[in-house]
């Protein structure tokens, strides 16, 4: 039985579809069969950050409509052959989700693959609740900022309300956290918030810090998920989250101020 | 005709100018059948900490003529609903005086620069304004307990209907909790606390971590703002004192 993964925030632009991608090519190296769905429905970005916009036929919602077949729809990931994409549509509304329609395409994909992720659109509204239904674990995404840290609160409470776990009064949804565009140097100075203090609000197992970094634009722009950049500290940290998921104890790196060396300081290097 | 009497011993009255916060009601649609709902609905959400709350009628946004709205209706349904309109606030002095006919009178907004002020305001002496206190619950009454084991989060609420509320967890900010009764938080208690809902002023609020956006108890509230005087951060009990917030520190 697969494991339904949604990746869910709340607010906007704080780097779901990024962590989707990075974590569905993880899990797909470390040899998970693996299948990343875009809920973004109408802002779909998935496939643009994951390169494949290219090769988009079909989409989820003709899955729904039952115009096109679900393995239509799939695209194969081409550095990873354990890894599939579903992209969302660009031109429907979040209305042509609907939650039957959701339901049988992860049953049939449960069949084939270990893992499903499930890239959620921002908000507490329909498409982020659809996306969140049908998960067994959570991993939410929160900026070290208030509002980020407020929003991703609200998920936690709608996890534990709306999806289908909780509805059925099964063992609640497993929830992980992972902040992004952690910059040490702003926390220091008190532009952003302290690590200990989102963990605090939040009281959730945290998986991965991921520095901000660079690389992550150039990532997104070339299409290749940043966790396929070995010289990339975000790259770097995602490896590292998914190792945690995936049972390994690892410490957590790029949570201190970097301590600027010789060189750096020569170069006015910064962190790739 | 008798001259009026004699000046009594004691004065039987004396008139004095006080401010007070209340609630407006700002009325976007005249139909009663549709706002009256409305409110319900909403008031069901929130039940203790506005029940009974006095409440002034806004007319400002409102488009209609005085004879389409029905004020003496709207206010015998709210009182039905458990909500006291004690008057109205703005709108045109058509509005105002049809209002005034259903016995809603129009009340000035400390500050603003209404016409037909009667008396100039007087030095601000501010109460939080709250439900006329009812009698305590008689002693030894068994009440039931709701108990939370979990951190109550953004955009929750949690109401202890006609019971007292445990959170053996942390109140984030955002979230809102309710009891009838007495509140207890035995963690941080970064939320909305609203105890004694049902106009129970001897009920309390204890937080081992106090640091609320807002604490009511029977209808007397105090945001964070004004809180500037209470043990934020420490252990802390809060009760009333007559119409008073008082902030204790425990342990
Ligand atoms: N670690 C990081 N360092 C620098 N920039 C980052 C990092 N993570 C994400 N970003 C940038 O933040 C922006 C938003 O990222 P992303 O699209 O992944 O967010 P999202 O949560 O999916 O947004 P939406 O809510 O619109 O779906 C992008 O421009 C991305 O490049
Ligand atoms: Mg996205």
């Known amino acids: 039985m697969a494991q339904v993964i949604v990746v869910t925030s709340g607010k906007g632009g704080v780097g779901k579809t990024t962590s989707s991608a990075a974590f569905a090519t993880g899990l797909a190296q470390a040899g998970k069969k693996t299948v990343v769905i875009d809920f973004d429905v109408g802002l779909r970005n998935l496939d643009l950050i994951m390169g494949v916009e290219r090769r988009v036929v079909f989409d ?3 899955v729904i409509t039952g115009e096109a077949k679900l393995n239509q729809a799939l695209i194969r990931d081409k550095r990873v052959d354990t890894l599939s994409i579903l992209p969302a549509s660009q031109t429907r509304d979040k209305d042509a989700l609907t939650k039957e329609g959701v339901a049988n395409i992860i049953e049939e994909l449960s069949k084939d693959f270990d893992y499903i992720l499930c890239d959620s659109p921002a908000g507490i509204e329909k498409g982020a609740l659809l996306a969140l239904y049908f998960a067994d674990q959570a991993i939410v995404v929160t900026n070290p900022e208030v509002s980020s840290v407020r929003d991703s609160d609200r998920i936690l409470g709608v996890l534990q309300s709306k999806s289908k776990r909780a ?3 099964r063992d609640p949804v497993k929830e992980h956290l ?9 926390v220091e100075k008190g532009e952003m918030l302290k690590l200990e203090d989102i963990r605090e609000i939040l ?3 945290l998986l991965g810090v991921i520095p901000e970094s660079e690389s992550v634009l150039k990532a997104s722009n070339t299409g290749n998920p940043v966790i396929l950049d070995d010289g990339s500290t975000a790259g770097q940290a995602y490896k590292d989250a998914v190792a945690r998921f995936l049972g390994e104890d690892r410490p957590h790196r790029f949570i201190d101020p970097e301590k600027r060396g010789f060189l750096s300081r020569l170069f006015g290097g910064r962190a790739a | 005709m008798p001259a009026p009497a004699a000046s009594p011993r004691l004065e039987p009255f004396r008139l004095r100018g006080a401010n007070f916060n209340l609630l407006v009601l700002r009325l976007l649609d005249p139909r009663i059948e549709v706002i009256v709902p409305a409110i319900a609905d909403q008031f069901r959400r929130a039940p203790g900490f506005l029940r009974f709350a006095p409440l002034v009628i806004g007319l400002d946004d409102l488009q209609a003529a005085p004879q389409d709205i029905d004020f003496a209706g709207l206010a015998a349904e709210l009182r039905r609903i458990e909500i006291t309109p004690i008057g109205t606030v703005g709108g045109t002095p058509e509005l105002r005086a049809a209002a005034q006919g259903a016995g809603l009178p129009p009340l000035r907004a400390a500050g603003g620069k209404d016409e037909e002020v009667p008396m100039a305001p007087p030095p601000a002496a501010t109460a939080p304004a709250g439900p006329p206190p009812a009698p305590p619950l008689p002693p030894g009454t068994a009440r039931p307990t709701m108990v939370i084991d979990h951190p109550v989060r953004a955009g929750q609420r949690i109401w ?10 942390t109140v ?3 979230a809102e909790v309710i009891a009838d009764g007495n509140l207890h938080v035995y963690g941080n208690l970064r939320g909305r ?3 004694g809902g049902a106009d129970n002023t001897e009920a309390r609020v204890f937080a081992l971590n106090f640091d609320p956006e807002l604490v009511s108890i029977a209808g007397y509230y105090a945001v964070r703002e004004g809180l ?3 043990p934020i951060g420490k252990t802390v009990q809060v009760r009333l004192i007559g119409e008073n917030m008082r902030f204790d520190r425990l342990g």
């Open chain 1, 60 to 62: 989820i919602v003709n």
């Open chain 1, 167 to 169: 509805e059925e009064k």
């Open chain 1, 178 to 186: 992972i902040v992004t565009r952690y910059a040490p140097n702003r």
């Open chain 1, 203 to 205: 009281a959730i197992p």
């Open chain 2, 160 to 169: 202890a209907q006609g019971a007292d509320l445990i959170i053996n967890s």
């Open chain 2, 172 to 174: 984030n900010p955002g």
């Open chain 2, 193 to 195: 606390a609203i105890a």
């Open chain 2, 228 to 230: 500037t005087d209470a």
